[in-house]
């Protein structure tokens, strides 16, 4: 996989965050992603919030599965560690660092088929062990690097590029993550900077898992054949100079409106969903009414976004107070901690004799 750098002049007037830096040291390649890919939306609303919190680079985690999402944690803070791991193991990886150091931020990005196909137990068992870590899911609906197969999480009757229709039901994310407990849950939309920017700096300052489910169109596959619009049905009513895919241009989705209200948006293609902010009277400490609300959006055909529960941090122990990890970096040890001694380990081992 080849990244371009972005070159690394700055303008002098650019505003500087509580650290002294500039957004610019909270960006990271260019994106390789289709134009107008929601993912890159997602990737804008991550710096913002980063530069806006002022974190240190080379403090934040970025970890990553396989999938047009997993690419997104090469466009952001090119200074921080990042991870790459197989598909759908993100959360064992994540697991792994924060045990090894609960001193820096961690930031995990997944899609939908990442986390609710093959990585499903992996996020269930993350959410188990209240990992202290931002979880954020590129939700398509689609497998975009293997050609727009249903992802785990497309709705009933969505049609695919060569034209099934999904006939299961889909795995919501939001509504699973209640089920098994998780203390921080939120929804959001990529071209919703204003809501999704805060929604980013309020997971990343949780103490425990926080998730956030982004609807994030694809452009490329969010069409199918039948719709006047799609790549298909202009191959076949215009002469072909070659045979070969186009994804044209297009421009990122973007909505503004105020909370408790609803619009509807139409993507790339032509299809519409409809997204409704939660209330300003909205309680975001009830597990069972916040469930509630999900699955009444739902059926009413509307995703309900923004903040829909979070959990006193007191009254739910974080990875690290459930399993008394050190206060150290593991790495910053010495030898002396870090081995036991051949007497100690024997008593150790004889534990599960």
Not at 33 to 50: F, N, Q, R, W
Not at 225 to 239: F, I, L, N, Q, V
Not at 282 to 296: C, G
Request: hydrophobic share 40%; charged share 20%.
């Amino acid at each position: 996989m080849t990244f371009i750098a972005k070159p690394k002049v700055t303008h002098p007037a650019l505003p500087h965050n509580a650290r002294g830096l500039t957004r610019r040291a909270y960006e990271g390649a260019l994106s390789t992603l289709c134009a107008g890919c929601g993912h890159d939306s997602v990737t804008a609303a991550i710096v913002e919030a980063c530069w806006h919190l002022a974190l240190e680079p080379q403090n934040l985690v970025k970890l990553s599965g396989i999938g047009c999402s997993s690419k997104t944690t090469a466009y952001f803070v090119s200074g921080a560690h990042g991870f790459n791991a197989v598909h759908g193991r993100m959360p064992s990886i994540a697991t792994g660092a924060n045990a090894a150091n609960r001193h820096l931020n961690y930031i995990g990005i997944s899609g939908d088929g990442d986390t609710l196909s093959i990585g499903l137990g992996q996020f269930c068992h993350a959410i188990r062990r209240n990992v202290d870590m931002l979880y954020i899911i590129e939700n398509n609906g689609v497998y975009g690097l293997t050609k727009g197969q249903f992802s785990a999480s497309a709705d009933i009757g969505s049609r695919a590029k060569k034209g099934e229709t999904n006939r299961q039901p889909p795995i919501d994310p939001v509504l699973l993550a209640l089920d098994l407990g998780a203390p921080f849950v939120a929804r959001s939309f990529s071209g919703d900077k204003h809501q999704l920017v805060p929604l980013i700096e309020a997971g990343l300052n949780y103490r425990g898992f926080a998730l956030i489910d982004v609807l994030s169109p694809c452009v490329t596959f969010n069409d199918h054949e039948g719709s006047t619009k799609s790549y298909a049905y202009a191959r076949e009513h215009y002469d072909p100079v070659a045979l070969t895919d186009f994804v044209p241009r297009e421009q990122p989705i973007t909505v503004d409106y105020p909370p408790g209200e609803a619009r509807e948006l139409a993507l790339h293609d032509g299809s519409r969903i409809v997204l409704r902010k939660v209330g300003a009277d909205y309680d975001p400490t009830d597990r069972v009414a916040a469930q509630a609300a999900v699955r009444a959006g739902s059926a009413s055909g509307e995703y309900l976004t923004g903040l829909i529960f979070i959990q006193d941090e007191a009254t739910h122990p974080d990875f690290h107070r459930l399993n008394a990890t050190a206060q150290e970096p593991l790495n910053g040890l010495p030898f002396e901690q870090l081995s036991p001694g051949a007497a100690q380990l024997e008593r150790i081992l004889a534990r599960f004799r």
